[in-house]
């Protein structure tokens, strides 16, 4: 399976969400498809909604950390949406979720 990524923005937050398996061959469209968001939306906090990610792997955890690290210079709040096991244990276990805000809803 691949990856879908859009994005939509409400009036005070950019939603960005992502559908499918994140890893080694498609942590760039991530990571260009959230630039992307960003670059247009550049004002307002960033809500990645990973409920219908099925896979998550060291290279996803990775875009993610360089994701909240540029909203964090930029002045904007991550949340992350996860309610699945595929995304919440890799975070978990790397204890990520100590460093992310994760929510249950977008």
Same mark, same amino acid.
């Given at each position: 399976?691949? %990856?879908?990524?859009?994005?939509?923005?409400?009036?005070?937050?950019?939603?960005?969400?992502?559908?499918?398996?994140?890893?080694?061959?498609?942590?760039?469209?991530?990571?260009?498809?959230?630039?992307?968001?960003?670059?247009?939306?550049?004002?307002?906090?960033?809500?990645?909604?990973?409920?219908?990610?099925?896979?998550?792997?060291?290279?996803? %955890?990775?875009?993610?950390?360089?994701?909240?690290?540029?909203?964090?210079?930029?002045?904007?709040?991550?949340?992350?949406?996860?309610?699945?096991?595929?995304?919440?244990?890799?975070?978990? %276990?790397?204890?990520?979720?100590?460093?992310?805000?994760?929510?249950?809803?977008?």
């Amino acid at each position: 399976m691949g %990856l879908a990524v859009r994005w939509k923005r409400t009036p005070a937050k950019l939603v960005v969400t992502v559908e499918g398996e994140i890893d080694t061959s498609t942590v760039r469209r991530l990571k260009d498809s959230v630039a992307a968001a960003r670059d247009s939306e550049e004002q307002l906090d960033l809500v990645v909604d990973l409920r219908r990610v099925t896979f998550l792997n060291s290279a996803g %955890l990775a875009a993610l950390v360089e994701v909240a690290s540029q909203c964090h210079r930029a002045g904007q709040q991550l949340r992350l949406v996860c309610t699945t096991h595929a995304v919440l244990n890799p975070i978990r %276990l790397t204890g990520l979720d100590q460093v992310f805000t994760i929510v249950d809803t977008p």
